[in-house]
Structure formats: structure tokens, C-alpha cells
């Protein structure tokens, strides 16, 4: 079955980087779009990032943008988010999901990971 | 300040049916679709509802979405205890160009 694994998290210093991966299973990697979705301690759902199937685009929120990257490696069939100058306003949990390939859109999960949590902190 | 606007919480009784509102704007839900989220303590979201009104398999038709305009509405009937969660909306964004969820709504059956 569909699995998404994430790793990667930790406590941090301010300034720092950290990479997250989201290791998948159960399906066809390289077929489907994934994003990171994270959420502040005791906070709301905040979308972070979406990599297109075959990595040639990718979007991001603005909140992030020049700072996190996202990526993939088809080999490894994982997904990747690699944070720079972390702030502390970074720290969460940070989920994978995958499209949803049934969907019309091109923002909609089906599958979602249990997430890593990143601690931001000096 | 979430681009899409929920209400932070809403209640009903075992039974009851309960609406939950989601407003956006044109360039969200007025132009893409849809999707809600349940958020149970301790877990992961869970895909309720995406493209406005479909069910992902093993949803019970409790479940129910509808959207019209720039906004967009989850309806749960039968309400049960297990049904206390948080519940998100959310939509693809096409000037931001980016995916945008509501604040969330807290879900209490009484």
C-alpha cells in the first residue's frame, strides 16, 4: 500500500538548514505530483511546496520563497525539502502528501505522511 | 490571517447535521477547486472531500460538499462522537500561485 515516511527533523539553531526527505512506497513515484504541508504547534494547516511529477516545476509559499527548495530523486523515490536560514516561525510538523490522480486539480492529496518535526530554537 | 475564511468552531448534538463555511475569493475557490480536510487529535489530515464534491473511497456519505461562487460548504449528517475534529478547507490559489487553506474549524458534538 501507499506509504510516505518523512525524516529529517530535529532541533535547530536559528540560521541553520536542515533536509527533510519523505521516503514513498506503494506506487509509482515518478507518476505523481508531492507536496509539504506543515503546521505550527497548536496552529492551522499552512501549504509549503508542490513538485510536479517529473520535477521540471514546482511552486511555493510565499512565506518560504528563497529560502526552501524542493525536490526529488526518482532513483531513491523520495521527496526532498531542504530549509535554509531557518526562523523560528519554521518550527512544526511537517507533513508529505501526494496528488491525488484522480483529481481535476492540480493542488489535491490523496496520501499523507505521519510527518517529522522541525524545532527551531537557540 | 488565513486566505481562505472558516469558523473557528462549530457544535450539534449526536444525530445532528452541522455546516461548516468556508469563504475565499475569486482567484481561490471562485476559479479551482475544492478540497476538505479532517484532522482527528494526534493524526494526520485526512482527505474528506476534494474537487468540490467527490468522495475519496472509503469516505461514508455522511460527507457531503457543495460550492458555489467564491465559497464553499462541507455538510456532516449523523453526527458522531468520533466525528470531533478539525476541519480544513482548502484550494489552489491562481494569483498567488499557490495552495491556501482555511484557518480551520473545530468540530464539537455535544
Known amino acids: 500500500q501507499v506509504q510516505l515516511v518523512e525524516s529529517g527533523g530535529g532541533v535547530v539553531q536559528p540560521g541553520r538548514s536542515l533536509r527533510l526527505s519523505c521516503a514513498t512506497s506503494?506506487?509509482?513515484?515518478?507518476?505523481?505530483?508531492m507536496n509539504w504541508v506543515r503546521q505550527a504547534p497548536g496552529k492551522g494547516l499552512e501549504w509549503v511546496a508542490l513538485i510536479s511529477y517529473d520535477g521540471s516545476y514546482n511552486y511555493y509559499a510565499d512565506s518560504v520563497k528563497g529560502r526552501f527548495t524542493i525536490s526529488r530523486d526518482k532513483s531513491k523515490n523520495t521527496v526532498y525539502l531542504q530549509i535554509n536560514s531557518l526562523r523560528t516561525e519554521d518550527t512544526a510538523l511537517y507533513y508529505c502528501?501526494?496528488?491525488?490522480?484522480?483529481?481535476?486539480?492540480?493542488?489535491?492529496?490523496?496520501?499523507w505522511g505521519q510527518g517529522t518535526v522541525v524545532t527551531v530554537s537557540s | 490571517q488565513s486566505v481562505l475564511t472558516q469558523p473557528p468552531s462549530v457544535s450539534a448534538a449526536p444525530g445532528q447535521k452541522v455546516t461548516i463555511s468556508c469563504s475565499g475569493s475569486?482567484?481561490?475557490?471562485?476559479?479551482?477547486?475544492v478540497s476538505w480536510f479532517q484532522q482527528l487529535p494526534g493524526t494526520a489530515p485526512k482527505v474528506l472531500i476534494y474537487d468540490n464534491t467527490r468522495r475519496p473511497s472509503g469516505i461514508p456519505d455522511r460527507f457531503s460538499a457543495s460550492k458555489s461562487g467564491t465559497s464553499a460548504t462541507l455538510d456532516i449528517t449523523g453526527l458522531q462522537t468520533g466525528d470531533e475534529a478539525d476541519y480544513y478547507c482548502g484550494s489552489w490559489d491562481s494569483s498567488l500561485t499557490a495552495g491556501v487553506f482555511g484557518g480551520g474549524t473545530k468540530l464539537t458534538v455535544l
Open positions: 475569486m482567484s481561490n475557490i471562485g476559479k479551482n477547486y
Open positions: 502528501a501526494r496528488d491525488n490522480p484522480s483529481s481535476g486539480s492540480i493542488w489535491s492529496f490523496d496520501h
Open positions: 506503494g506506487f509509482i513515484f515518478s507518476s505523481f505530483a
